[in-house]
């Protein structure tokens, strides 16, 4: 047997406890690791414009599955104005996307299931089918119906 000097001898013990604790701070520690996988998957895009054209660009949006409370998906369309998510099986979603200044969208489109077979060729699963013209004619239509109901309220107020 190996006759350790004095010091070396009261030394050891506590590198063992060093030891020791370090292994168990440092599985806690993993807990908080974040892994990641990428796959390439087929996912839906919708695409958001304001009517000139111009991208609905990291504005805030949100994302639901039937007609479920709760978003399954949040967050903000990037620089094209896209929201992508992956569909699960055939669902009714809702997509409300909304500005600072008061602009956005509450869509409601059918998302067929995933298939296998699907290509990035595929056709547009929903798209707006309300041109401009016909959205300033209703919006026209709108102001006017409100301007003709107010007129209607001064009257009945004015008559004896």
Request: glycine share 6%.
């Amino acid at each position: 047997m190996i006759k350790l000097p004095t010091l070396a001898r009261n030394r050891i013990p506590r590198y063992a406890a060093m030891a020791a604790m370090a292994l168990l701070l440092a599985a806690p520690a993993q807990a908080h690791e974040v892994v990641n996988q990428v796959q390439r998957q087929q996912a839906v895009t919708v695409t958001l414009q304001y009517s000139d054209g111009e991208p609905f660009s990291y504005e805030t949006y949100e994302l639901y599955a039937g007609r479920g409370a709760t978003p399954v998906q949040t967050g903000r369309t990037d620089s094209q104005g896209r929201v992508v998510f992956l569909p699960g099986e055939e669902a009714t979603m809702r997509l409300r996307a909304f500005s600072a200044d008061g602009h956005g969208v509450d869509l409601r489109f059918k998302v067929p299931a995933a298939s296998p077979e699907s290509t990035a060729d595929s056709p547009a699963i929903a798209t707006d089918t309300l041109g401009r013209p016909a959205k300033l004619l209703i919006g026209l239509a709108a102001i006017l119906a409100l301007f003709a109901g107010w007129q209607l309220f001064i009257r009945q107020k004015n008559r004896p």
